[in-house]
């Protein structure tokens, strides 16, 4: 088949879960027999308004690159709603599916996204599959967060205030030009300039922290605009022809706020989640994992506070492992460490006991949960984790707790007072059936891919259409 990823961008500029997923995903593709292709957001000109799509390399796989798309959106939401519905012509996106013939366009995001595209595939008949990895459609901010807690506002006129801290379109366009590229492609001048050169150009270009005053008729306008955009993200979703969600969870989500959707939940893993598991060995000392960022949504501040009170409950024979660019207010029981790569990956989950994964905000899945069990590490997750199905799916290889009560500090006290508690959720992980097969997951994504194919060619079939 011949398939094209829409995608935000890749490493090292993007970094995270998705990237590297879709990345793997391709490359499994690719040696499957596959042509394939992906699709990404450019750099955006001041003022540019003419679309053009550029071909590069990544590696072996071929990639294109849309200059003077729409802007990328992130937790902070939307500084000027125009700015992420930019117009494109229909032509550039039909040119470019049929240079290449593809049969399926596999979508990893909205972020960037111009609706043209998937017009484009739809007078083509070529099938849209969606993978959400986040909530950008549903959400401006992308994490349905409203004041640290669940947004459940479905009208999108009252984004304006969550969004008074989005970040200018001087930052965003900054963070996609090749200067900034060539900035994350270098890690030793990345750590030299992060904390002063970087940091404080960034910061000039954020907007005004505090509430800016605007006019009756001014956020009559702006809110207008966010009823615009909502309404754009509303017919993407329109288009889409089948939802493949990682997690039982985003099927919820999503339903509840856009009705019965056609679509699957394959639970998704990568090219270097394979079988470690090893059972824990006791030790004195009760080492926490917590790889995630040191912000709210994340759930660190939630973390900390539980573990404020396992400390002084007289229990301190305990260390938090975290991985941070740069320091945060640390804890006497805090240990920070650069953030580590991939081929550090085994050294970091053989030094921990348990993974703690505290997010407030919905995650779709989340794959450390997935890559702490291949190691035989247990996993206490947040209801809010979508990689909560596998603890449903294996019983007693951790827990579940909600970040609205103290559940994760009974959890830790109970395994901090019997550590026994922790080696059986290894050894139950260890036993367990659990699969770690990439190949496996591939093959089941590309059977969504036939099955779709298929479906439209049997429509064609039917009205007569030409292939």
Known sequence: MRILHYLFGLPPVHKGGVPTYVLDLAHMQQRFGHHVCLLMPGKVNKNGQDISILPKHHFNL?????????????????????????????????RLLNESKFHILHLHSLLGLQIELLEAA?????????????????????????????????????????????????????????????????????????????????????????????????????????????????????????????????????????????????????ENIVDHRRELVADHQLRIGYLGSPNVRKGYYYLLEQLDFLYESGRTAFLLKTYFVQETEKRVYQRNQAPFSAKQQ?????????????????????LVVLEALSYG????????????????????????????????????????DNRERLLRMSRIICASNMEFDFQKHVQEIIDIYVKMHNRNEKTRMLTGEDK
């Open 377 to 416: 590490i247990p996993v206490f997750v947040s209801e809010n984790v979508g990689s909560k199905d596998l603890i449903f799916k294996y019983p007693g290889i951790g827990c579940i707790f909600s970040t609205d009560s103290n559940r994760l500090l009974e959890v830790l006290e109970q395994v901090y």
């Open 62 to 94: 071929k990639c294109y690159e849309v200059i003077n798309s729409s802007y990328i959106a992130n937790e902070y939401g939307v500084v000027s709603p125009d700015e992420f519905m930019r117009p494109a012509s229909l032509d550039i996106y039909i």
């Open 122 to 270: 739809k007078k083509l008949k070529i099938p849209i599959i969606y993978t959400p990895h986040d909530y950008y459609g549903l959400c401006p901010k992308i994490d349905l967060l409203k004041a640290d807690k669940e947004c459940s506002v479905n009208d999108w006129c009252n984004c304006v205030d969550c969004c008074q801290q989005a970040y200018s379109l001087k930052r965003l366009r900054f963070r996609q030009t090749v200067w900034y590229n060539w900035y994350c492609h270098i890690p030793i001048m990345m750590n030299m300039l992060h904390n002063r050169m970087i940091s404080r150009l960034m910061n000039i270009w954020l907007p005004n922290r505090k509430k800016s005053y605007m006019t009756e008729k001014n956020q009559s306008a702006k809110i207008q605009k966010f009823r615009m955009l909502q309404h754009y993200c509303q017919s993407i979703f329109k288009m889409i022809d089948y939802y493949h969600f990682n997690s039982k969870q985003t099927r919820e989500v999503y339903s509840a706020r856009l009705g019965t959707l056609k679509g699957e939940v394959v639970i998704i893993t990568k």
């Open 346 to 366: 085994e050294i970091v989950y053989r030094g921990i006991d348990v993974l703690v994964v505290p997010s407030i905000c919905k995650e779709t899945f989340g």
